[in-house]
């Protein structure tokens, strides 16, 4: 008797805190034929109206993306990258201008699925890197920028359902193409405008085996900025105002 009691007091508890999706965010049931399209319609008006954020239901500004992540350290790579390079500091921006976003979510597996093309996703960031681009030494701090075009990635939440709420197990992020990286790192060399200048060239000419080299990390990086961001969202939102009624 103890025991339902507490489970009872659980369930109302829970039930309590949940808050409903914002009144302009589209919502899908999954008994419907059609979900996975609604579901994909849904997800790009979502991220179209992320130019603010949703404190509500933990939804932040995709337009100028803070990483709520400190530091974030970079191992040397194997063929053109040959540094250390820690960032910090971290802004996204682009992330809600998709040129095409396709969700789909399977409710056997509870794995949802989102597949995203970027015309441009452009990143600014406090750094600090010491090694070798191919066989030219680098090494300096202070401010970089990332220029990520024509990206393709597949973004995927593995979620658990528990007392009528969904719990993040595990997210990932893969680049499936890549159409160019533009890159530059200032104050190089303490401010040596001619060194700088020739390593970003480098760099820049060298764009495919550096992201090569870096893109563990970066999709390491990205899958947590997703996966913080939903989880967020399933903290607060309950299974059936996200996904309707089993």
Request: net charge neutral; proline share 4%.
């Amino acid at each position: 008797m103890i025991n339902r009691i507490v489970v009872l007091v659980v369930l109302f508890t829970a039930s309590c805190f949940s808050v409903p999706l914002p009144s302009t965010f589209k919502k899908c049931n999954r008994k419907q034929a059609d979900f996975n399209q609604c579901l994909t319609t849904a997800v790009q008006d979502a991220f179209h109206q992320l130019d603010k954020p949703y404190p509500e239901v933990g939804l932040p500004n995709l337009k100028h993306f803070i990483v709520p992540v400190g530091t974030i350290r970079f191992g040397a790579g194997t063929s053109v990258v040959h540094f250390t390079h820690i960032v910090k500091n971290v802004k996204i921006d682009k992330l809600a201008d998709f040129s095409s976003l396709n969700a789909s979510m399977d409710f056997n597996t509870n794995v949802l699925r989102l597949d995203i093309d970027y015309p441009i996703v452009k990143f600014d960031f406090d750094y600090e890197v010491d090694g070798k681009v191919l066989v030219m030494p680098i090494k300096g701090q202070g401010s970089g920028q990332i220029h990520l075009k024509n990206a393709s990635m597949v973004v995927t939440f593995t979620l658990e359902e528990k007392n009528k709420y969904y719990k993040l197990v595990n997210s990932t992020m893969t680049f499936k193409k890549m159409g160019g990286v533009m890159i530059n790192l200032e104050n190089l060399f303490d401010g040596n405008k001619e060194l700088s200048d020739r390593i970003n060239v480098v760099m820049n000419e060298n764009w495919k085996g550096m992201f090569q080299d870096l893109k563990d990390g970066y999709q390491k990086i990205n899958a947590e900025v997703f996966g913080g961001m939903f989880s967020n969202v399933l903290d607060k939102v309950s299974a059936a105002e996200l996904f309707g009624d089993p």
